[in-house]
């Protein structure tokens, strides 16, 4: 197939997409006004325009319609219902697909009446709509009901990357590391996660009898928020043993996943419309313990894979964190299901094969 993905370069998601459908011997397209960060394969091209802001989705139309009639793709898959949405809806080439992301849903649409509007008619307009989770068809079916047949293509992973990376051996060890690569921000839930570190510390102190392991927490990522969860960890009296790493790029994240023993995801918000992190980390064969919040709980089986706890709740994550600090036997058992349960439904062959499905689809109809 010919395919053209409007989309921003500069997400590693539509690298991945646009790689992986190259990969897969199709020609690719990207049209976007962000430059790439993370490299693109030789056989995609990038049509690079200028970006002049949000202005720039409207601005970039002839240009685009002009481009699209040269290429003259098969489909069109505009990524983001509120800005290469609005490109894709008034460029009006068919047959296009419509992928929302998550604060396309769950925040662009509450910023005004206009905002909402905007959205709406960018999703009746498309040929087909595609969400990457459950949750977040949900959510887009809250603003257009009529919208019955949301198809879920989830982001995938690239198995090839964590080829290395096995589940820990079914022993204790003198160490453990809990840890998580997620932005320093309020929604991501860091803060419930070094609460619950903090109570795990405290209950097994309380408890020399077990001869716990010794621990660490290790924080990956940068944000605004790094500074107070400093101080946080300061006033409940860990921050010896809580490692703020800082941002690293995505490259290092199975390196990041290969230093850890339990992953953990406590964000607060159902904004976090798809785990990816979360099949990152079962790809590594790491168990984890995620909050009940937006997508999370999709792509964790719950008591096979790791556990989901409610959010907020810094309490059941630390009950959760003990019983996997405590049993090597069942932290192995559950590394084994993750990677199974990745490389079954998240790998990125299955995750293209669902996508083209997706375009041939659209095409015939």
């Avoid at 460029?91 to 604060?103: A, F, K, R």
Wanted: overall charge neutral.
């Amino acid at each position: 197939m010919k395919i053209a993905l409007l989309s921003g370069a500069s997400s590693i998601h539509t690298v991945r997409w646009a790689n992986g459908l190259s990969g897969a011997g199709h020609e690719v397209h990207v049209i976007t006004k962000q430059q790439a960060v993370d490299p693109f394969d030789k056989g995609v091209k990038v049509h690079l325009f200028p970006f002049r802001g949000v202005l720039g989705y409207f601005t970039m139309v002839p240009a685009v319609r002009k481009l699209l009639r040269v290429i003259q793709p098969d489909v069109v898959n505009a990524h983001y219902a509120s800005g290469y949405g609005t490109t894709a809806r008034l460029v009006d080439y068919h047959p296009w697909v419509l992928s929302v992301w998550g604060s396309d849903m769950y925040d662009f649409p509450h910023k005004s009446p206009v905002h909402k509007w905007l959205v709406k008619k960018n999703l009746r307009a498309a040929d087909q709509v595609a969400s990457t989770s459950h949750c977040m068809a949900d959510e887009t079916r809250t603003l257009t009901p009529e919208l019955t047949n949301i198809v879920i293509t989830p982001f995938g992973v690239d198995l090839n990357v964590y080829e290395g990376l096995k589940p820990e051996v079914a022993e204790k060890k003198p160490k453990l590391v809990i840890g998580t690569v997620k932005s320093m921000k309020p929604k991501y839930g860091v803060d419930t996660l070094i609460q619950a570190y903090a109570l795990l510390l405290k209950s097994l102190k309380s408890k020399p009898e077990l001869e716990a392991p010794e621990l660490e927490l290790r924080l990956v990522g940068g944000g605004e928020q790094t500074a107070e969860l400093q101080g946080l960890a300061h006033r409940l009296g860990v921050a010896e043993s809580v490692n703020f790493v800082g941002h690293v790029p995505h490259a290092r994240v199975p390196q990041e996943l290969a230093k850890l023993d339990i992953y953990v995801a406590l964000s607060r918000l159902d904004s976090e419309s798809f785990g990816v992190a979360i099949i990152e980390a079962g790809a590594a064969g790491r168990p984890v313990v995620v909050s009940d919040a937006g997508g999370l709980p999709e792509v964790t089986v719950d008591g096979k894979t790791g556990f989901v706890v409610p959010r907020e709740s810094p309490s059941n994550a630390a009950a959760a964190l003990e019983k996997l600090v405590l049993d090597a036997e069942l932290r192995n058992r559950m590394g084994v299901a993750a990677q199974a349960h990745v490389a079954k439904h998240y790998s990125w062959d299955a995750c293209i094969e669902t996508m083209l499905g997706v375009y041939q689809a659209t095409v015939a109809k």
